[in-house]
């Protein structure tokens, strides 16, 4: 059994077992892309949503938060209902 002087002065009884190699890296399979229509001929979710954002008929996703405001020279300015709602909400759920 080797002692704590004998670690400090390198002078174990026994040395270690050789290292074993490092395993060799693995490469992960390159994704498959995804395609812009199912087996059936549909459009998948995502390109349905990016057909429907081109067009004009679906809204960006910040546009779905119920905050309302606009740019003006003093800066961004929210509606009351909006300033009314962050109070409560900061109330409810206080983030320090």
Known sequence: MSTLKQFVHHALDQLPGPVPPPPAPQTAPAPEPIPPVDAQGALTGAARAAKARAAGQLRG???????????????WVESDE???HKLVSKEEFPQG
Not at 61 to 74: I, L, P, S, V
């Open 61 to 75: 996703e910040e546009a779905y938060t119920q905050a309302e405001g606009k740019a003006t020279d003093r800066g």
């Open 82 to 84: 909006t300033v009314e």
